[in-house]
């Protein structure tokens, strides 16, 4: 409900299902990043993607690359694009 009011009085921008962000706020590589990983919570970021994260290499990957699990179903978003690779056992924790 204080969603719903903070998004109509537009002090909040509904990006998709349950994922909000501040009005014009740039869309940026940590934006993307952390989209995903509100929307695909089994998943790991890896390779380009995470290179580009930690500021490391000179690449900037079009597309969010995600590690997932290969038990569930690859997960379909409008945006960001994905580009998905599947693991075969436990991902590392930091």
């Keep these: 409900m204080a969603m719903s009011r903070l998004v109509a009085a537009r002090k909040l921008q509904r990006v998709t299902r349950g994922v909000y962000s501040l009005p ?3 869309i940026s590589a ?3 990043l952390a989209e995903v ?3 695909v919570p089994r998943g790991v ?3 380009l993607s995470a290179l580009c994260l ?3 290499g000179a690449q900037a990957p079009l597309e969010v690359w ?3 699990p290969q038990t569930i ?3 379909r978003l409008g945006s960001p694009a994905l580009r998905v690779v ?3 056992g436990a991902a590392p924790s930091a």
């Design 24 to 26: 014009q706020r740039a």
């Design 30 to 32: 940590q934006r993307s």
């Design 54 to 56: 930690h500021g490391i």
């Design 37 to 39: 990983a509100l929307r």
């Design 86 to 88: 599947r693991r075969s």
């Design 45 to 47: 970021v890896c390779l």
């Design 73 to 75: 179903p690859a997960p």
């Design 66 to 68: 995600l590690a997932i």
